[in-house]
């Protein structure tokens, strides 16, 4: 199984300025790679695929980079509505696993 | 739109079986593959286990000696069993679809609300 390792657990940046999430891969995973985010009582919904690719409808602040076992997710000029939990997830190979998430707040 | 909506028991006693259905509205449920994922209260997500519509699965090596998924293509929903619960089962169920036709290997693009489940005697 790989496990995937997300850092830093919280983070809380203000309104306006730029989030960087970062996610580790146990094993190569090549570009596949997907972030979710998730806010309370709500599934989780896809932003990013393909390590890079923005899902339908997601912003361009959002953006994804990376390959190989590192990943990063960057949130450029936070929004209120960016406050959430986000959650990356490897579809290398079954068994798919997620990392643990990371609790982003805005101040 | 394709919708996808979790139904099932929301409590159960330990040693019982978990139960769920997910029904796909708004879109076939044939040449997608379909996911089961978990949450507990609090915590992260954990993959249970995938169906395509030929009957081939896969699911978690933790799980894999109590769950049994199945697709029922004619009524376009897809059946969770998870047998001898204990309360480290209690979680939010969701099912979920894989992006791409065909593929298993895909990130999941759609999902259902999700449905509580509390395993307590």
């Known amino acids: 199984e790989i496990v995937m390792t997300q850092s830093p657990a919280t983070l809380s940046v203000s309104p306006g300025e730029r989030a960087t999430l970062s996610c580790r891969a146990s094993?190569?995973?090549?570009?596949?790679l997907a972030w979710y985010q998730q806010k309370p009582g709500q599934a989780p919904r896809l932003l990013i695929f393909?390590?890079?690719t923005r899902a339908t409808g997601i912003p361009a602040r959002f953006s994804g980079s990376g390959s190989g076992t590192e990943f990063t997710l960057t949130i450029s000029s936070l929004q209120s509505e960016d406050s959430a939990v986000y959650y990356c997830?490897?579809?290398?190979?079954?068994?798919?696993?997620f990392g643990q998430g990371t609790k982003l707040e805005i101040k | 739109q394709v919708q996808l909506q979790e139904s099932g028991p929301g409590l159960l006693k330990p040693s019982e079986t978990l139960s769920l259905t997910c029904t796909v509205s708004g879109g076939s449920i044939s040449n997608y593959y379909w996911s089961w994922i978990r949450q507990p209260p609090g915590k992260g997500l954990e993959w249970i286990g995938y169906?395509?519509?030929?009957?081939?699965?896969n699911y978690n090596p933790y799980l894999k000696s109590r769950v049994t998924i199945s697709l029922d293509t004619s009524s376009n929903q897809l059946s969770l069993r998870l047998t001898s619960v204990t309360a480290a089962d209690t979680a939010v169920y969701y099912c979920?679809?894989?992006?791409?036709?065909?593929?298993?290997?895909?990130?999941?693009?759609?999902w259902g609300q999700g449905t509580m489940v509390t395993v307590s005697a």
């Open positions: 997830q490897h579809y290398s190979n079954w068994p798919y696993t």
């Open positions: 979920a679809r894989s992006k791409l036709l065909f593929s298993p290997d895909n990130p999941f693009d759609i």
């Open positions: 169906i395509y519509r030929s009957g081939s699965t």
């Open positions: 393909g390590a890079s």
């Open positions: 094993q190569i995973v090549s570009d596949t």
